[in-house]
Structure formats: C-alpha cells, structure tokens
Nanobody
Framework: VQLQASGGGLVQAGGSLRLSCAASGRTFSSYGMGWFRQAPGKEREFVAAINWSGGSTYYTDSVKGRFTISRDNAKNTVYLQMNSLKPEDTAVYYC?????????????????WGQGTEVTVSS
C-alpha cells in the first residue's frame, strides 16, 4: 500500500482544514487507518484512527470534539477534518495503515506510512 497525504497549509487559529490520504492498491478497505503528527522538535504522536469499515473511531484527548476521521473505501481515501484549530496543532501530519487490527496509538503497529503534509496554525 502506498499512501499520499495532502491538504495541509497555513490557517489562522479557529480555522479548519481537511487532510486527505489517498491509498493505492485494492486492499485498502482491509486496513485500519491512522493519523499521526510531529511538531518541530517533538516525537511523532498519535492523533486519530478508524477501523476498516469506518464504523469505529478513536482519538487522542487533545483533538476530541475538534477533529473527525473518516474514510471512503470506494475512493481509497481517509480524511481528517480539523476544526477549531489551535497553534499547538502545528505539525507535519502523517497517515498510516495498520494491517492487523486497528486503533493502535503506537507507531510500530503501522505497516505503511505516507510522506506527511504540513499544517501551520497561526495565532
């Protein structure tokens, strides 16, 4: 599976962005998908995950109520809708595919990674 993330950019605090992650391959619907982010000088951290069908989701506490992960298996794409953005959301955002299970917050559980898309939130 190859993953291509897009949709990042510069936005003011309180604004919104929608990230997309397009996947190649016919087995996309069998993977759990996740979004991670890495702020400058910090380790990569878990943001959100979604199961293969899109029926179950999981978020880190800092984004609950503001971010929504979704997927369209017909389009081989997973999304991250980000609302009420804060300067502390500034980071490079990565999508990742988990072949066994779903919802892990650990980097090592994911088998494939996209290249990242940069999000900058100005105050």
């Amino acid at each position: 599976v190859q993953l291509q993330a897009s949709g990042g950019g510069l936005v003011q605090a309180g604004g919104s962005l929608r990230l997309s992650c397009a996947a190649s391959g016919r087995t996309f619907s069998s993977y759990g998908m996740g979004w991670f982010r890495q702020a400058p000088g910090k380790e990569r951290e878990f943001v959100a995950a979604i199961n293969w069908s899109g029926g179950s989701t999981y978020y880190t506490d800092s984004v609950k109520g503001r971010f929504t992960i979704s997927r369209d298996n017909a389009k081989n794409t997973v999304y991250l809708q980000m609302n009420s953005l804060k300067p502390e959301d500034t980071a490079v955002y990565y999508c990742a595919a988990q072949s066994t299970g779903w919802g892990s917050a650990y980097l090592y559980a994911y088998d494939y990674w996209g290249q990242g898309t940069e999000v900058t939130v100005s105050s």
